[in-house]
């Protein structure tokens, strides 16, 4: 379970294995092998028992009650050392203990991104069916009121883009049947694939959301399953999906802590193509999801009416997911090699800025000290220079080794390969003399000598990736002009700040940022949680302030697209305070493009009145004199927009958010010319 390490943005879905003497309802048979077999163990109903990890906690607490109020069948949690009583449920000091008592079919897994991993070991151990873990730094909010029983299927990467699906297709009168937030990270307990095993076997279920973003290859993978799977089935059921991210500046990390593109990732828009190729309708915004589906559903049989009545009809079996929070190429085409030979070359031009990087010299210094030969020479013969690059196949949950026996562009992208292998134990050393013998061109061999010192170079290559908790390493091997042995003639690797920021892990790694030469713009919010990304687009003129980064990445994409360009990205960090709204007011206005603001918040537990609260209150402390749009959805939405069409101020309220982005761009076209700022 070891890829579970990794820390995530937003639920993931983990199941598990059971043995039969457990005699439990969804309980699998042990001759079912494998980690899909355990895809049933998502079904949820009203008599689903389930437990909370970390179950005192303030967040945890306010989750809880909100879910009792909803109708989850809660019956007890576990804090370390402590016992008795919480909310009127058994509490147990241990998650042993409590499965033994309660029986639970599912646990919420509510502790910090540092204890998430030991909380999952705990739960696999206690053989509890359903992990849901929420973890990245903090939990996340879940706005419940939004939800309604139905049976519309939604899979999501982000959790905002999930709400406002959800919200949108409840307003419509079409309730979902379960909603399975994957997450934005690297690796995902469940996939997209997985939830659409499930939801093609729900009886429950007669259609099906995929709300993806940039960043890995689940949504190509989808692409491909569901091609097979319209092909297959005489009556499929509809699908609809969204691709955020398609504006997300290349190299950057926009919010999720797998929201970019690795050398082995489509882009947004080819997975968007790809999606659309698949017999897919993709929509440019959530919204659009209440007028697509009803139509999709008639098309196969079903009336918009009928849906809309028969989710009434759900109560007892209330479901959600307990969360705080050009041409389309073949899919053929789209094998793991194909992938890296367009997405190694954009590594090359760009680089993570929320990640760290070592670079060539940097690199090379961490390698010696894990004996690795080093040569200072840079061959001008490239044709003698091999690739050997290590990363995380998120589609397998498991590293990679990519190699090609050149680094001559195009060259080495016809002979990319990779061999996947278990991130606990590696793998085995025919495999690493395997690709050795790979690398000399075509009717050559190294020496038994050079190919072992070659497995040993790449077994040390693996143990940096594996005790460094690197994202990626990439380097170019070059045998020796004087020994033939082969060494490193240039070397890159990539840091997560993940463990860093959660738990203090590699301190010694972390503390070589150079923070000289950071954005101070982004940096100086970055301290409060909050994602500021400068876009470069000399033309644009809309800030925008987003809470999500799935929310953010698509306001940017359909900002773009009818030509009101965006300034920046800016994800509030799930979180929509006043203070949190002055300071990505004041960082903002510091870019002398703004001439106009586009809030576009989805309240959870911070309620939208509140939110209103605190933009009027920040704008009238910084005397802004640049129009504000604001859209407000979830908890009290209708009061936050009536605070801020009565406010007086330069503030414009919208409910629709196509007619939100054209105020925008009517506002800031009306200003061009104009200085912008506080006054």
């Known amino acids: 379970m070891s890829p579970l390490r990794f820390p995530c943005p937003r639920p993931v879905y983990v199941r598990k294995q059971l043995p039969t003497t457990r005699n439990r309802a969804r309980c699998l048979s042990t001759s079912q092998q494998g980690y899909r077999a355990t895809i049933p163990n998502l079904r949820l109903t009203s008599s689903t028992r389930v437990i909370y990890q970390g179950f005192t906690g303030k967040v945890s607490t306010t989750n809880a009650v909100e879910s009792l109020k909803y109708g989850t069948n809660i019956v007890g949690g576990t804090t370390p050392g402590k016992s008795g009583e919480h909310l009127g449920l058994p509490l147990y000091p241990t998650l042993r203990e409590a499965a033994e008592k309660l029986k639970p079919d599912a646990t919420a897994v509510f502790v ?6 030991k909380a999952i070991e705990d739960a696999i151990e206690a053989e509890i069916p359903l992990i849901v873990a929420i973890a990245e730094f903090l939990p996340r909010f879940q706005p419940i009121p939004c939800y309604m029983p139905g049976h519309i299927g939604i899979i999501a990467k982000s959790g905002t883009l ?35 095993e499930f939801f093609k076997n729900d009886d429950d279920t007669e259609a099906i959301i995929l709300a993806g973003e940039v960043g890995g290859n689940a949504e190509s993978d989808a692409a491909r399953w569901v091609q097979d799977y319209r092909r297959k089935s ?56 209440a007028t697509v589906m009803p139509r999709l559903m008639a098309q196969v049989g079903h009336k918009a009416s009928e849906l809309q009545r028969s989710s009434t009809k759900v109560g007892t079996r209330t479901r959600a997911y307990h969360s705080m929070t050009s041409r389309p190429r073949s899919l053929e085409d789209d094998t793991l090699w194909t992938r890296s030979r367009s997405l190694l070359h954009s590594q090359q031009q760009y680089q993570q800025k929320r990640y760290l990087h070592f670079e060539d010299k940097q690199a090379k210094q961490l390698l010696k000290e894990y004996s690795v030969s080093i040569t200072d020479k840079i061959s001008a013969d490239h044709q003698n220079a091999h690739l050997i690059a290590i990363t995380v196949d998120r589609s397998r949950r498991r590293p990679a080794i990519i190699f090609s026996r050149t680094t001559v562009l195009p060259q080495m992208f016809e002979n990319l390969n990779s061999i996947r292998y278990r991130y606990s134990s590696g793998p085995p050393r025919h495999t690493l003399r395997h690709i050795i013998q790979c690398l000399p061109p075509p009717g050559m061999l190294y020496t038994r000598e050079v190919t072992d010192a070659g497995v040993e170079l790449i077994e040390a290559l693996i143990t940096i990736f594996k005790e460094k908790e690197a994202e990626s390493l990439q380097t170019h091997i070059t045998p020796s002009s004087e020994t033939g042995m082969l060494e490193v003639s240039y070397a890159k690797i990539s840091f997560d700040d993940s463990a860093f920021k959660s738990s203090n892990r590699q301190a010694d790694i972390h503390s070589q940022r150079d923070i000289a030469s950071a954005d101070p713009d982004e940096l100086s919010v970055e301290k409060d949680g909050i994602v500021y990304i400068k876009l470069s687009n000399p033309d644009a003129f809309v800030a925008t302030l987003i809470n999500g980064a799935g929310l953010a990445m698509n306001a940017l994409d359909v900002l773009h697209d009818h030509g009101a360009y965006p300034t920046n990205f800016l994800d509030t960090g799930g979180k929509a305070t006043s203070e949190t709204i002055k300071k990505s007011f004041e960082v903002i206005l510091k870019d002398p493009r703004v001439k106009v603001i586009f809030v576009n918040i989805f309240g959870g537990l911070t309620r939208c009145d509140m939110v209103a609260e605190g933009i009027i209150l920040a704008f009238k402390e910084l005397e802004m004199k640049t129009p504000v749009v604001v859209r407000l959805r979830g908890t009290n939405e209708a009061e936050g927009q009536r605070l801020i069409a009565e406010s007086g101020l330069s503030l414009h309220a919208f409910d629709d958010f196509f007619e939100a982005v054209e105020m925008c761009k009517k506002l800031g076209e009306g200003t061009k010319g104009e200085s912008s700022g506080v006054v």
């Open 162 to 196: 999930s709400y406002e699906t959800v919200g949108a297709l409840t307003r419509a009168g079409l309730g979902q049947s379960l909603c399975i937030g994957m997450g934005g990270d690297i690796i995902a307990g469940t996939n997209m694939v997985e939830a659409l």
């Open 234 to 289: 005489s009556n499929p059921k509809p699908i609809a999906a969204l691709v955020a991210g398609q504006q997300a500046v290349p190299g950057r990390i926009m919010g999720h802590a797998g929201a970019f593109r690795s050398f082995v990732d489509p882009s947004a828009a080819k997975k968007a193509r790809q999606l659309i190729s698949s017999g897919i309708q993709v929509v440019r915004h959530p919204t659009e999801f």
């Open 112 to 117: 910090g991104a540092q204890h998430a991993a």
